[in-house]
């Protein structure tokens, strides 16, 4: 992690606001915004999901992007960090403005997804494997098939019907539960 998980405290137009020092997201109130990037793996009719923990719910890999750097860079750097391969963006699919609660605080999330190539090395990580990111946060893995995302507990809730048909140029999608 770039910017080494160290917090501080900021002013935010004359509120005390906790933020990750590298990271886009900060809270005001009970009101929290996200900028995040995501990586898109698909295989054979499968996509590549994970979970943090053992939270019910399913999501597309990635991560906050940092400070002057780009949603692109992100998803590469995230995909090291995660996964510990090498990736490349094959192309931008959606920008996904996600708005939910989650812990009583309401979320303001911007996402850019992105197509990624899928390297041998992920491929033989198996159908579902764990990782200790950064030696600490256990993320689950699991390769899904497409038709079958209807029966996953997977947020954005979007994603199970946008994955079934990917666009051909990127769409920009406003969600809201």
Sequence with gaps: MKGGGKSAALIF???ITIMDSEMLSFQKDNKRFNYRSVAVFI???KVLLHRVGYNPYWSLPGGRVEFMESAS??????MKEE????CQ?????WIIENFFSYKEVKQHEIAFYFLVSCPEQLLKKGNEFDVLENGITRLHFRWVEISRLHE???YPTVLKSSLASI???????????
Aim: proline share 6%; charged share 25%; glycine share 2%.
């Design 13 to 15: 137009f004359g509120e």
């Design 43 to 45: 295989d054979q009719q």
């Design 73 to 78: 860079a992100t998803v590469i750097r995230e």
């Design 83 to 86: 996964l510990d391969i090498e």
């Design 89 to 93: 963006i094959v192309r931008p699919l």
């Design 152 to 154: 996953e507990i997977l």
């Design 167 to 177: 666009p051909s140029t990127m769409e920009y999608i406003i969600h809201s539960v």
